[in-house]
């Protein structure tokens, strides 16, 4: 089921945590996600503050940043230099006098801002500020003393199906993209 991302290269882009106020109830509902929703071991994880590097339970793709950076930025280069190509196709064939009196320093120039355009979103990809937000309430919830399930979700609807499963068992959620 579980298939790479085309953009990030990983395996497990979502992630959904949520937080309680003990091991137990943390280690309880991990058990009833695996039996009841059919989520893998792999998949559901506990942290607690007794975990010597949660981080490894937060983000287990540890190849995952350098994969990421590299194939986010490859593809979405590509894809930038592509939309610059389109574009100056279209504005070649609208006669655009700017283009049309120059068109190999227009080509040159929209396609390359395509392609910078391109890289700099792969970069935005790389960086992932959606995890900031999950990583944070994580880590401070552990600071506390307190426990969170984290699921590691293969598609959209695994994540909304965690999503709904945690809500319910705790008030205190919280997920990536």
């Known amino acids: ?5 085309p953009v990030t290269g990983e395996v497990s882009d979502s992630k959904v945590a949520a937080i309680f106020d003990s091991e137990h109830t943390a280690r309880r509902v991990a058990q009833q996600l695996q039996a009841e929703r059919g989520f893998k071991a792999s998949q559901v994880k506990v942290v607690t503050r007794h975990d010597r590097q949660p981080g490894r339970k937060l983000e287990p793709e540890n190849r995952g940043i350098l994969r990421t950076l590299i194939i986010a930025h490859y593809k979405l280069g590509l894809a930038g230099l592509a939309i610059g190509a389109v574009l100056f ?13 120059s068109p190999w320093f227009a080509g040159g120039l929209i396609i390359g801002y395509g392609g ?3 890289l700099m979103v792969g970069g935005l990809v790389t960086l992932r500020p959606d995890h900031d937000p999950y990583l944070f309430k994580v ?6 003393g307190r426990a969170a399930v984290v699921v590691h979700a293969f598609d959209a609807a695994e994540r909304d199906r965690a999503s709904e499963a945690l809500s319910s068992a705790s008030g205190e959620t919280i997920r990536t993209l």
Do not use: D, H, K, W
């Not at 089921?1 to 991302?5: D, H, K, L, N």
């Open 1 to 5: 089921m579980s298939t790479i991302s």
């Open 139 to 144: 880590r401070e919830a552990l600071a506390e």
């Open 89 to 101: 196709g279209v504005l070649y064939a609208a006669s655009v006098p700017a283009v049309i009196n």
């Open 116 to 118: 910078v355009f391109g």
